[in-house]
């Protein structure tokens, strides 16, 4: 069956604009969660949705926000983007059960 | 949530059994321990869960002594592509499981 897919792979942008970034979670997994990876920081949790509710949630800031649509996929956006937010952005999908997560590739975004 | 502590890196070579312990003395009543590996620019995969005692599977086996404190990935004979960074997480599904990953362990294979 086909894994978590993210769209889109690499993207520039610069500061001070907003990006949107899509993951399709893998059929019949209604829980999604995001992730930034840094070289600095590591993978860091930013939140997870279950069932189009926001079940948990990172420490980031309101910048980053995202949702979940009645056929689980899900949507992240930053707003106002900054350079430290230059990382990986990794989804991944499960049934909801405790964090047997698969994970897409990620989407790789640079700020300039 | 548990913190986790791990070695940064370890280093082995290929046809050995490596085994990478990972500490969580905060571990909660009802958390669940879970080991991760991640090649560069690809997400983590799911290696093995356990709650105690010894679980196995094709990939790994995880050994989790009684007081649940740490927890030990063994991976059999290890060729150059176990190379990776291997991540252990603990956390529950109570109202929804939040993931924490610590820094994780660079495990390098050598020929």
């Known amino acids: 069956k086909a894994g978590v897919t993210q769209t889109p792979r690499y993207l520039i942008k610069t500061r001070g604009q907003q990006v949107t970034l899509s993951c399709s979670p893998i059929?019949?997994?209604?829980?999604v969660s995001w992730y930034q990876q840094t070289p600095g920081q590591g993978l860091q949790f930013l939140f997870e949705?279950?069932?189009?509710?926001?079940?948990n949630k990172g420490n980031f800031p309101g910048r980053f926000s995202g949702r979940q649509f009645s056929n689980s996929r899900s949507e992240m956006n930053v707003s106002t983007l900054e350079l430290g937010d230059s990382a990986l952005y990794l989804c991944?999908?499960?049934?909801?059960?405790?964090?047997?997560?698969?994970f897409g590739s990620g989407t790789r975004l640079t700020v300039v | 949530l548990a913190k986790t502590t791990q070695p940064i890196s370890m280093d082995s070579y290929e046809g050995q059994e490596v085994n990478i312990t990972c500490s969580h003395n905060?571990?909660?009543?009802?958390?669940?321990i879970t080991w991760y590996q991640q090649f560069p620019s690809q997400g983590p995969r799911f290696i093995i869960q356990?709650?105690?005692t010894k679980v196995t599977n094709e990939v790994a086996s995880l050994f989790i002594p009684a007081d649940r404190k740490s927890s030990t990935l063994s991976l059999p004979r290890v060729s150059l592509s176990d190379t990776a960074v291997y991540y252990c997480?603990?956390?529950?599904?109570?109202?929804?499981?939040?993931?924490?990953f610590g820094a994780g362990t660079r495990l390098f294979v050598k020929a």
């Open positions: 991944a999908s499960s049934l909801g059960d405790r964090g047997k997560d698969t």
């Open positions: 059929s019949g997994h209604r829980s």
């Open positions: 949705y279950f069932s189009e509710t926001q079940r």
């Open positions: 905060n571990i909660a009543t009802n958390d669940y």
């Open positions: 356990g709650y105690k």
């Open positions: 997480l603990v956390g529950d599904d109570t109202g929804g499981f939040k993931t924490i």
